[in-house]
């Protein structure tokens, strides 16, 4: 046994078993291999021979970067190290004793080594006796660190979550959308301009708060029927505010990662924290209806607690706006609806506005012609007046190709026509 001062600082904390903390490192890595480790990682090397548990894995080519990051995550976990470096491209650092003076014994203790010689790198930890909790996590870390180049890509990892990062398209501005100028005016003013003036709307809080925090919108809801725009709005914000707007289709996240779904919306925020400036865009936000009274589904209840805290004040990412969308909010829990700072309402369109779709969509119609149109399509909505305008022209082209005829727009009895048809089908 070693004399009490000869312990390593923080192996007060009792060891746990080599069952334990094998079990532990394994259960920790399934989970990030199956999201972020890239496909060329292996599982490590874990054994406990001659009184000496050791833990081998490889890693990405060793940096000098990482060589800094892998110091800073030991000395979070380790009291005092020393640093051996060799050659070029190995790097020892050793855990000493509590008593930091005393060297006895001290190759005994927790030691991580690099081995960045040739082009494969290694990792190899070895420790006499058994790691304490505060080891095993390190292990963890380092392993993580050592196996994610990937990590700084919040782009790769956001496509590896099932959330997709939507291009710009210059093509896209608010004339896309017919009517709805309540509406734009409403999103004008409490997402656009906060985003595009961050110092002006911080300046103002710094003169109104006793204790400073923005007053920038977090997280804004959009609440309508399929169809109406809400996708499309949340496109054209990105556009006009240049940033990045990141879909999160909440649906398929459940599905896809079912079990975990919970981890990885985290990890969805995290990665869009490290994208600098973004919008988060949940669709699909429904997934998680029902309330907390009602049966729920485990998984649900665990995203919903993680979305819940994300848009807490605490552990939300102070660049990120989050929009969510919803066909049915009434359905959503209260805890979530309170969580966004505003609901913006896309009604269906009235009269005026489904001609001004239709004339979006066949501008050669006379404003008349639309008004028509219009008034004969009740309870549509802009996707619906898109997909019989679209249809309107297929139909079109097959007639003028029939014809042998030149290229023309449709006329205006065959949107009445097809108008018609898609009533009667539906
Ligand atoms: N007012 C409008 N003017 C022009 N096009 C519209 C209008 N409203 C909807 N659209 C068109 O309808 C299609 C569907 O819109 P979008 O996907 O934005 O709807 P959504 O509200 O997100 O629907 P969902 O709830 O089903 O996701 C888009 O192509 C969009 O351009
Ligand atoms: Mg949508």
Redo the contacts with the bound molecule.
């Keep these: 046994m070693r004399s009490a001062d000869t312990k390593t600082a923080g192996e007060e904390k009792s060891a746990i078993s080599y069952d334990r903390m094998k079990e532990q490192i394994e259960k920790e890595l399934f989970t990030f291999f199956e999201k972020a480790a890239p496909a060329e990682s292996v599982q490590p090397h874990i054994s406990f021979e001659k009184g000496t548990t050791r833990i081998a894995f490889s890693s990405q080519p060793i940096t000098d970067k990482m060589l800094v990051d892998f110091l800073l995550l030991i000395k979070q976990h380790i009291a005092h190290v020393r640093v051996h470096g060799f050659d070029s491209g190995y790097y020892a650092f050793q855990a000493l004793n509590a008593n930091m003076f005393k060297t006895e014994n001290v190759l005994d203790n927790f030691k991580v080594e690099f081995f960045g010689l040739s082009s494969s790198s290694r990792v190899e930890i070895s420790k006499k006796g058994s790691l304490t909790q505060e080891e095993v996590n390190l292990v963890i870390e380092l392993y993580k660190r050592a196996n994610s180049s990937e990590r700084q890509n919040p782009a790769i990892r956001l496509k590896a979550l099932g959330a997709t990062i939507v291009p710009p398209d210059n093509n896209l501005n608010w004339d896309?959308?017919?009517?709805?100028d309540e509406v734009k005016r409403k999103i004008r003013e409490s997402i656009i301009l906060p985003l595009k003036n961050p110092a002006l709307y911080d300046s103002i809080a710094r003169m109104t708060r006793k204790v400073f925090e923005s007053n920038r919108p977090r997280a804004i809801l959009?609440d309508?029927?399929?169809?109406?725009?809400?996708?499309?709005?949340?496109?054209i914000i990105a556009n006009e505010s240049e940033i990045s707007l990141v879909y999160v289709p909440i649906e398929s996240i459940m599905s896809k990662w079912y079990g975990q779904s919970s981890q990885n919306l985290s990890q969805i925020f995290d990665a869009c924290e490290d994208l600098g400036d973004a919008i988060i865009f949940l669709?699909?936000i429904d997934s998680l209806a029902g309330s907390r009274d009602q049966q729920m589904f485990e998984a649900t209840r665990r995203v919903l607690s993680v979305l819940l805290r994300r848009l807490d004040g605490i552990d939300a990412a102070a660049s990120t706006v989050t929009i969510g969308?919803?066909?049915r909010k009434d359905d959503l829990d209260h805890a979530l609806i309170s969580r966004f700072d505003q609901t913006i309402y896309?009604p269906m369109?009235n009269a005026a506005?489904r001609a001004?779709?239709f004339s979006?969509?066949a501008r050669h119609l006379s404003e008349d012609e639309c008004s028509h149109l219009g008034e004969r399509s009740d309870n549509l909505?802009?996707?619906?007046?898109?997909?019989i305008c679209e249809f309107t022209e297929r139909r079109w082209a097959r007639n003028v190709l029939v014809k042998k005829a030149e290229p023309s727009a449709p006329s205006f009895d065959f949107y009445r026509q097809t108008l018609r048809m898609w009533k009667e089908m539906k």
Excluded: L, Q, S
């Design positions: 896309y959308i017919a009517g709805y959009f309508g029927a399929p169809g109406v725009g809400k996708t499309t709005a949340a496109r669709d699909e969308a919803t066909n896309f369109p506005e001004a779709i979006n969509y909505t802009g996707r619906n007046i898109k997909d």
